[in-house]
Nanobody
Framework: QVQLVESGGGLVQTGGSLRLSCAAS????????MGWFRQAPGKEREFVAV????????WYGDSMKDRFTISRDNAYNTVYLQMNVLKPEDTAVYYC????????????WGQGTQVTVSS
């Protein structure tokens, strides 16, 4: 059973930064992509960012691409999300996801980590 362990959430003021981490307990070379999603109270889950493990290509949600940076460490099956210039609307539970299949999608999800941005 693959487990995703997230860390790095917390409380930060507007304009501050946080770095989220997510480590997958899986054999090296299995992960094809890892991404982050978020869900705010009363809202649907929203795509944040994804990175492919083979070539490091990254994609972002429209409201994050200029402030967030996703990166990965293949050797440790770990993905990071550096979040800068945080805004109150970034407040949400952030979920890590991992995909192992070539056709895309995500097969495993983390438990989520709370990010709260105070105004």
């Amino acid at each position: 059973q693959v487990q995703l362990v997230e860390s790095g959430g917390g409380l930060v003021q507007t304009g501050g930064s946080l770095r989220l981490s997510c480590a997958a307990s899986v054999r090296t070379g299995t992960i094809r992509r890892m991404g982050w999603f978020r869900q705010a109270p009363g809202k649907e889950r929203e795509f944040v960012a994804v990175v492919t493990f083979e070539d490091g290509n990254a994609w972002y949600g429209d409201s994050m691409k200029d402030r967030f940076t996703i990166s990965r460490d293949n050797a440790y099956n770990t993905v990071y999300l550096q979040m800068n210039v945080l805004k109150p609307e970034d407040t949400a539970v952030y979920y890590c996801a991992a995909g192992v299949r070539a056709r895309g999608g995500y097969d495993y999800w983390g438990q989520g980590t709370q990010v709260t941005v105070s105004s």
